[in-house]
T-cell receptor
Framework: AQSVTQLGSHVSVSEGALVLLRCNYSSSVPPYLFWYVQYPNQGLQLLLKYTSAATLVKGINGFEAEFKKSETSFHLTKPSAHMSDAAEYFCAVRPSGAGSYQLTFGKGTKLSVIP | DGGITQSPKYLFRKEGQNVTLSCEQNLNHDAMYWYRQDPGQGLRLIYYSQIVNDFQKGDIAEGYSVSREKKESFPLTVTSAQKNPTAFYLC?????????????FGPGTRLTVT
């Protein structure tokens, strides 16, 4: 069974500082990995995904994530935080094999940006 | 404009009543999903459907029912058997393709049962 662990339910950064949100997965084979963002009382928006191509994945809004097989990690980063980045972020995993499309989500990390 | 619509945005019901949440998509996606979100719990899969007239239980299907009579629609019924139905419900859809199957989400329905 797959699982996802997001370290830190709350992260605070100053505006302009580096954003680092951590995600570790558990899977017998390298899975497909996703980061989603959720603003209050809204649905989830896909930020980026890893599907076994390049290990460094660039997404929307200046975010990127690096797949590290040796560390079973897929941490999300952004060089400079903006006030509009304040939201909740979810890491998700699904098997890379055919016919299995269910996502397993982490519990989320709420990002606060301090002016 | 393609997307996923969920209605209503807010829903209030009395305990013991069944309630149906609507989800419609015009993205021509094959698969549709229902999730429940509780604070600090992430998203948990209730039901999913990869093709019309077929659906499977997710991790927390007890007290819920679904139908998939049309490709575009996947309504969720919260029955009186669901012990703690107050939550934020999210519908999603995707292609049933190994490489191109990221899920797209609707805006959600917040259900409050008193």
């Amino acid at each position: 069974a797959q699982s996802v662990t997001q370290l830190g339910s709350h992260v605070s950064v100053s505006e302009g500082a580096l954003v680092l949100l951590r995600c570790n997965y558990s899977s017998s084979v390298p899975p497909y990995l996703f980061w989603y963002v959720q603003y209050p009382n809204q649905g989830l928006q896909l930020l980026l995904k890893y599907t076994s191509a390049a290990t460094l994945v660039k997404g929307i809004n200046g975010f990127e994530a690096e797949f590290k097989k040796s560390e079973t990690s897929f941490h999300l980063t952004k060089p400079s935080a903006h006030m509009s980045d304040a939201a909740e972020y979810f890491c998700a995993v699904r098997p890379s094999g055919a016919g299995s499309y269910q996502l397993t989500f982490g519990k989320g990390t709420k990002l606060s940006v301090i002016p | 404009d393609g997307g996923i619509t969920q209605s209503p945005k807010y829903l209030f019901r009395k305990e013991g009543q069944n309630v149906t949440l609507s989800c419609e998509q015009n993205l021509n996606h094959d698969a549709m999903y229902w999730y429940r979100q509780d604070p600090g719990q992430g998203l948990r899969l209730i039901y999913y459907s990869q093709i019309v007239n077929d659906f499977q239980k997710g991790d927390i299907a007890e007290g819920y029912s679904v139908s998939r009579e049309k490709k575009e629609s996947f309504p969720l019924t919260v029955t009186s058997a669901q012990k703690n139905p107050t939550a934020f419900y999210l519908c999603a859809s995707s292609y049933s393709d190994r490489e191109k199957n990221e899920q797209y989400f609707g805006p959600g329905t917040r259900l409050t049962v008193t």
